[in-house]
């Protein structure tokens, strides 16, 4: 992280296993505009395969009231400790930030009693009057409760 660069971090916790909730975001992050439709509109695959590292995808999201994009590159996947790490590479955030990364972090809880979700946004800002993404948080705790109702209703 550079010595201008700013993170944001927040935890949800979720009912869903971990490595369901982990795979929706490092394998099938398409599936996120059936589970939280209000929030997320697409995830297209632009190159690539889904699940491999490399791969770039182009989210379509809402976001403060307007349509937004995202073309991001998913720049790690770790199958083992469910983290899977994006680095924005074009779209609206990079109108307000030099760069956006995030990290989504899923970590079981004991006895297998669900999850803990953590999201880490590392950016840096264009200029000190550009606001710090908390309504980007806001939005991904959202999301994160889509998709635990979603991932608790296909259970048997």
């Keep these: 992280?550079?010595?201008?660069?700013?993170?944001?971090?927040?935890?949800?916790?979720?009912?869903?296993?971990?490595?369901?909730?982990?795979?929706?975001?490092?394998?099938?992050?398409?599936?996120?505009?059936?589970?939280?439709?209000?929030?997320?509109?697409?995830?297209?695959?632009?190159?690539?395969?889904?699940?491999?590292?490399?791969?770039?995808?182009?989210?379509?999201?809402?976001?403060?009231?307007?349509?937004?994009?995202?073309k991001e590159i998913i720049e790690a996947i770790d199958n083992e400790n469910y983290i899977t790490n994006y680095k924005v590479i074009e779209g609206n955030l990079l109108e307000l930030y030099k760069s956006f990364s995030s990290t989504v972090k899923v970590t079981p809880k004991e006895n297998d009693d669900g999850s803990l979700v953590h999201w880490i946004f590392e950016y840096e800002k264009l200029n000190e009057d550009v606001p710090d993404p908390t309504g980007k948080l806001q939005m991904v705790i959202d999301v994160a409760k889509d998709i635990d109702a979603l991932l608790l209703s296909q259970q048997p």
Excluded at 5 to 25: D, G, I, L, Y
């Design 1 to 70: 992280m550079s010595p201008n660069s700013n993170k944001v971090e927040t935890v949800v916790e979720v009912r869903a296993p971990a490595a369901k909730f982990h795979q929706v975001f490092s394998c099938k992050p398409h599936i996120l505009a059936s589970m939280s439709p209000q929030s997320i509109q697409g995830c297209d695959l632009l190159e690539g395969e889904w699940g491999k590292p490399g791969c770039i995808i182009c989210w379509r999201y809402f976001h403060d009231g307007s349509p937004q994009i995202a």
